[in-house]
């Protein structure tokens, strides 16, 4: 028990992490998932952590009124930005998102009466716990597992085929595409908070381009076939970078070229589930027949 507390009171903010990428990386999966290349999520976390900050650090509030509030901000101004974004499609919509989220650091700049400028917001109360991340991942996980396998987990995966396709079927393709936009920026919004209170401080560079592009690198390493992708590629992503602390100089690149190789050789990403039910098939294959022999 002493090596587990040595170990937590070392690691545990790089595993609290991991819980909080991966809740990132399911945030644009979950978009990638209706179809749309949305680069949004990084200025959603933002407006979610500094919404959830502000809460307790000026009004007082509970973490859980915090963290509603990180939620519900980030996903209201979705709704608000969808209607005309969304009617944008593939690197246009890329485009016109990136263009929101230097919009959301530009606003952060100057509004330095509520978020400290380019200084950001310091002493933000350390209120994040080990369990408020798990039960969130896991709540995260628990819903978009039986959102997919309902009815509007099917509209998604017909309008990521071809919404023409889907709408002459009667799907509501614009809805679906602003639920989904909506849901993934609520869910970054919920990283943010969390993210906030567990780092005493945040500022506007921790949201632009930069962050947006991991949180896309580590749904698509991971894989997009399945839920379990993005939180694989948040693993590799979080962790890479301390198992290669001892090579210095020489970690990006060492960084960059995994990254590569893994592109290059699995280019469904890490976890890809047909190729996990063709590993089990020729599993079962090679059992052995226990029952050889009986009669």
Not at 11 to 20: E, F, K
Not at 104 to 111: G, K, Q
Not at 137 to 151: D, E, H, I, K, Y
Not at 161 to 190: N, P, Q, R, T, Y
């Amino acid at each position: 028990m002493e090596g587990f507390d040595n170990f937590w009171a070392v690691y545990s903010n790089l595993v609290l992490s991991i819980g909080i990428n991966a809740l990132l990386a399911i945030s644009i999966w979950f978009t990638l998932s209706c179809g749309l290349l949305a680069m949004a999520n990084a200025a959603f976390m933002g407006i979610g952590a500094y919404t959830a900050a502000l809460l307790t650090m000026k009004a007082g509030a509970s973490f859980t009124v915090a963290l509603l509030g990180g939620i519900g901000a980030p996903l209201a101004v979705a709704l608000i930005i969808g209607m005309p974004t969304l009617r944008l499609s593939g690197v246009y919509l890329a485009m016109a998102t990136l263009g929101f989220g230097e919009v959301v650091r530009i606003l952060i700049l100057n509004a330095e009466r509520w978020t400290g400028g380019a200084l950001g917001l310091n002493g933000i109360p350390q209120l994040t716990q080990w369990w408020h991340v798990l039960a969130s991942l896991v709540a995260v996980l628990l819903v978009l597992w039986r959102l997919r396998r309902s009815r509007v987990g099917r509209a998604f995966e017909a309008i990521k085929e071809d919404d023409v396709a889907a709408a002459l079927m009667g799907i509501g393709v614009m809805s679906h595409k602003l639920l989904a936009f909506a849901l993934g920026a609520g869910i970054a919004g919920l990283a943010g908070a969390l993210n906030a209170h567990l780092t005493f401080f945040i500022g506007p560079a921790e949201y632009g381009f930069e962050r947006g592009i991991d949180i896309l690198t580590m749904a698509v390493l991971g894989g997009t076939g399945g839920l379990a992708g993005p939180v694989v590629g948040a693993l590799v992503i979080t962790l890479l970078p301390e198992f290669l602390r001892s090579f210095r100089n020489y970690r990006l690149m060492i960084n960059g070229v995994i990254l590569v190789l893994i592109v290059l050789f699995l280019p469904k990403g890490i976890w890809d589930p047909s190729r996990v039910r063709q590993w089990l098939k020729r599993s079962r294959r090679g059992m052995p027949d226990n029952t050889a022999g009986v009669r």
